[in-house]
């Protein structure tokens, strides 16, 4: 079993469509949580950091965590066609220095 | 810009020939970390290191890998007598130090060996 799972897609919603992305994990030692974007031929972006369960919310986005069920998600409100891009998932535990990454969900947003 | 800056964005290179890829951390950042991403998997951790040391190479492979981060210049990431199988991209990122700190990616140096 990979220690982080994300559903590659790829996943298409109309603009303006909520989009909720999602991982799941293993290792219950991971406790920082990341969402990035990364454009074609580009690098990862931070999007969104959490420590530990809860939610964080950053205009559009909205980054929830859940330890109990090692679950993460991702929610995309009043979705752009300049959101279309892969949105990677990545954690690490509290004592290692690895950031360890899903494969990438690709999203497209149409006009 | 005083992003994470890689260089070159591609290489291309012969079976056995030697690959030397360069990241200058973010201004400010002494952190520097190697990531490969190949074809339809995600990104992979290699190596982690601080100014003249490293710190952890768990994720680089045994043989024809290395890296370094000298006092002074940048991170170089170098792999020898490349084979099919190393072509992919290579990320590098940075960060401040603190176990904590974000991650900040660069661009990338996407790799193709022939």
């Known amino acids: 079993q990979k220690e982080v799972e994300q559903d590659p897609g790829p996943l298409s919603v109309p603009e303006g469509a909520i989009v909720s992305l999602n991982c799941t994990y293993s290792n219950s030692a991971f406790q920082y949580f990341m969402w990035y974007r990364q454009y074609s031929r580009k690098g990862p972006e931070l999007l969104m950091y959490?420590?530990?369960?809860g939610n964080k919310e950053d205009g559009r986005f909205t980054a929830q965590v859940d330890k109990s069920s090692k679950y993460i998600s991702l929610f995309i409100r009043d979705s752009q066609p300049s959101d279309s891009a892969t949105y990677l998932c990545?954690?690490?535990?509290?004592?290692?220095?690895?950031?360890?990454f899903g494969k990438g969900t690709s999203l497209l947003v149409t006009p | 810009n005083a992003g994470v800056m890689q260089n070159p964005r591609h290489l291309v290179r012969r079976r056995g020939q030697e690959a030397r890829l360069r990241c200058s951390p973010m201004k400010g950042h002494s952190h520097v970390y190697w990531y490969r991403q190949l074809p339809e998997e995600g990104l992979k951790f290699m190596v982690y290191?601080?100014?003249?040391?490293?710190?952890?190479e768990s994720g680089m492979p045994k043989e024809r890998f290395s890296a370094e981060f000298p006092k002074e210049g940048p991170s170089i990431l170098r792999i020898q007598q490349v084979v099919r199988g190393d072509s992919a991209a290579y990320f590098c990122?940075?960060?401040?130090?603190?176990?904590?700190?974000?991650?900040?990616f660069g661009s990338g140096t996407q790799l193709s060996v022939l």
């Open positions: 959490t420590y530990s369960s």
């Open positions: 290191l601080q100014k003249e040391n490293i710190i952890d």
């Open positions: 990122a940075s960060s401040g130090g603190l176990i904590n700190e974000k991650l900040f």
């Open positions: 990545a954690m690490r535990s509290n004592s290692g220095y690895a950031l360890n």
